[in-house]
């Protein structure tokens, strides 16, 4: 069955860096665009980042613009997402989705607090 994995979260300080991981399994990985999302709470979910399927083209959300990198590892079938000068407004659950396949993962908590 189709699975997502994602790992790497945790309560961080205003500017420091966290590096999230998501781990996949149930279908080709290698052919689909992947994606990060996040929902903070109280807020609608949002679109982070995506990467095409040879990792070649990133897209980012204006929000984390030169913060944020995301990257997969095709043989691994595992995307990542660097996250760097973190603020309070990047707190929120994140998961990752294979762009047309219809499952999430449990999401991972990311918490920047002073």
């Known amino acids: 069955q189709v699975q997502f994995v994602e790992s790497g979260g945790g309560l961080v300080q205003p500017g420091g860096s966290l590096k999230l991981s998501c781990a996949t399994s149930?279908?080709?990985?290698?052919?689909?665009?992947m994606k990060w999302y996040r929902q903070a709470p109280g807020k609608e979910r949002e679109w982070v980042a995506g990467?095409?399927?040879?990792?070649?083209?990133?897209n980012y959300a204006e929000s984390v613009k030169g913060r944020f990198t995301i990257s997969r590892d095709n043989r691994r079938r595992t995307v990542y997402l660097q996250m760097n000068s973190l603020n309070v407004e990047d707190t929120a659950v994140y998961c990752c989705?294979?762009?047309?396949?219809?499952?999430w993962g449990q999401g991972t908590q990311v918490t920047v607090s002073a």
């Open positions: 989705k294979a762009e047309g396949v219809g499952y």
């Open positions: 149930g279908f080709t990985f290698h052919y689909y665009v």
């Open positions: 990467v095409t399927k040879d990792g070649g083209v990133k």
